[in-house]
């Protein structure tokens, strides 16, 4: 028979106040958890479960907070029982299950219906049993020897985004990396390297000044990746966008013969499937035929709109990407897969692994007994690499292609909901007046005292203190996330994105009668 639930996690009030903790039985031996399979083991696992389980529970009802904030003083000084210092001692198993509990009450639910933060969020449970299983294999992807059925898996997988993506089926390489920055990294390091392979050898003092575009709405991550390769922040060149926020062309090909004027080399443009803030597409088509035309690498960083590929609706406003050199998609975003799982698609095969491979031969032997180009490792800037394929195939056998696809629409149904209340709501403004094109919709709140006064510099700039400040009370009071940020000239604005299925039309309404009443005394 069964040991009774040591901890009353079932009770929410018991949660809450960490009361009616019955748990001065559970563990005898310190030993845990050097025999597995015997009771300690499995009590133990049970009991974190619970917790777990519990806090999902809370986390998809509506009701429950979004976060219980406290500033980082008040986590260091240590909070009702819970530290955050490490001694030599080790502490008892009853006190690890606290301080699990804990860490995850003071944690921002990422999954409830009212985080409107990031553009990842959600819990999918099959893809929370892949992330639990993966932890449980607790295998490295670097052989496939030791991580086979992952190894496939992914190659598999990879398969399928090609196909998505629209290469043929002689074309399509690419691996799972740690983030879309690091996807986006590993598209100008292969570029550079198939324009210029003596990098690999001599470093950049063997190249010419090498210059790279993007939009001046693209993602940080290419300024950063540019560092971090030794091209240089300065070398990254900035293409301007029309007022939705996509690159144009006219003003890439003119940066183009500016930068060959100038005596650079342009080697790489990236354009993106879905902006950060304004969630826009570039033209993909027009990019290309420049792309073509002055013989460069064509990236599409696709980490937050790839989604919608897997949408017969919505797919159209990738139009072009098949004649992309290399992609970067990230599932963990509109496909709510959890964090985290990026790929970097490459369309020639045999590049990374050409750019990347150092032939380690205590661990890639070329003489093992199976075929060893599925030892993907030496594809990769990385030695070890986290799995983080498998929660994708089993939420993919879980929901198939068509699941993905009816909640991706409904995130997207529910921008156009927001934009069209928000157009009738007198107290707020669209940053845009168009349609969202993803699910990212820009407004400003207009409180009290900015209604009805002459516009100018100094209301501007009033202006952009409103969201700030809204938002610091907004975590003080943990009901509901949202970010802000300013854009070129722009002041302050919230930017809600849409990722996560379990959210209503309810939670919308509530995020803008929360927004004002936040904001009503401002
Ligand atoms: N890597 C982009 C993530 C930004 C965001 O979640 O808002």
């Not at 091209?231 to 940066?255: F, H, Q, W, Y």
Request: charged share 25%.
């Amino acid at each position: 028979m069964r040991e009774k639930a040591l901890i009353g996690f079932n009770d929410e009030e018991a949660m809450k106040d960490g009361q009616h903790l019955d748990i001065s039985s559970l563990y005898a031996s310190d030993l845990f958890p050097a025999r597995t399979g015997e009771k300690p083991t499995e009590l133990f696992l049970e009991q974190i479960f619970e917790i777990l389980f519990s806090y999902i529970k809370r986390t998809y009802d509506g009701n429950s907070k979004v976060l219980d904030f406290h500033h980082p003083h008040q986590l260091l000084d240590g909070l009702e029982g819970f530290s955050l210092e490490l001694s030599d001692q080790p502490e008892p198993l009853e006190q690890i299950l606290v301080d699990c509990r804990d860490t995850l009450r003071y944690s921002v639910k990422t999954a409830h219906p009212r985080f409107f933060n990031q553009l990842s969020s959600g819990l999918d449970m099959v893809g929370l049993a892949g992330e639990w299983l993966t932890a449980t294999a607790n295998t490295n992807m670097f052989t496939y020897e030791i991580a086979p059925v992952f190894i496939m898996m992914e190659d598999i997988l990879l398969k399928k985004m090609h196909e998505m993506v629209g290469w043929t089926e002689n074309e399509g390489d690419g691996i799972f990396s740690p983030g879309g920055t690091i996807s986006n990294l590993y598209s100008i390091l292969v570029a550079r390297y198939k324009y210029f392979p003596i990098v690999k050898t001599k470093g950049m003092a063997a190249l010419p000044r090498i210059v790279l575009f993007t939009s001046a709405h693209s993602h940080y991550s290419f300024k950063k990746a540019s560092a971090v390769l030794g091209i240089g922040t300065e070398n990254v060149i900035a293409i301007n966008c029309d007022e939705r926020g996509k690159m144009m062309p006219s003003d890439l090909e003119a940066k183009i013969l500016k930068a060959k004027d100038e005596g650079s080399i342009p080697f790489y443009v990236s354009a993106t499937a879905g902006t950060t803030v304004y969630g826009a597409f570039d033209p993909f088509e027009n990019i290309a035929d420049i792309c073509q035309k002055y013989g460069l690498w064509m990236h599409v960083d696709a980490a937050w709109g790839g989604g919608l590929l897997l949408s017969k609706k919505h797919r159209f406003k990738l139009n072009g990407i098949k004649r992309a050199n290399s992609v970067t998609w990230n599932p963990h975003k509109m496909m709510g897969v959890p964090l985290q799982c990026s790929a970097i698609l490459v369309r020639e095969k045999g590049l990374l692994q050409a750019c990347n491979e150092m032939c380690a031969d205590y661990l890639f032997q070329p003489d093992k007994h199976y075929n060893t180009a599925y030892d993907t490792g030496d594809k990769t800037i990385q030695c070890g690499r986290h799995v983080d394929v498998f929660k994708l195939w089993l939420m993919w056998k879980a929901k198939g292609a068509n699941g993905f696809e009816l909640q991706i629409n409904k995130c997207l149904e529910l921008a156009s909901y927001i934009y069209k209340v928000l157009k009738t709501r007198e107290n707020f403004e669209l940053v845009l007046p168009n349609e969202p094109e993803h699910t990212n919709v820009c407004f400003w709140y207009i409180p009290p005292s900015l209604r009805r006064v002459p516009r100018g510099k100094e209301w501007n700039a009033k202006l952009h203190k409103v969201a700030s400040t809204i938002k610091a009370h907004m975590m003080e009071e943990g009901t509901v996330m949202i970010g802000f940020q300013p854009l070129g000239e722009k002041p302050n604005f919230f930017r809600v994105v849409f990722s996560n299925p379990a959210t209503k039309k309810s939670d919308v309404d509530f995020l803008l009668e929360e927004i004002e009443r936040l904001g009503n005394n401002l």
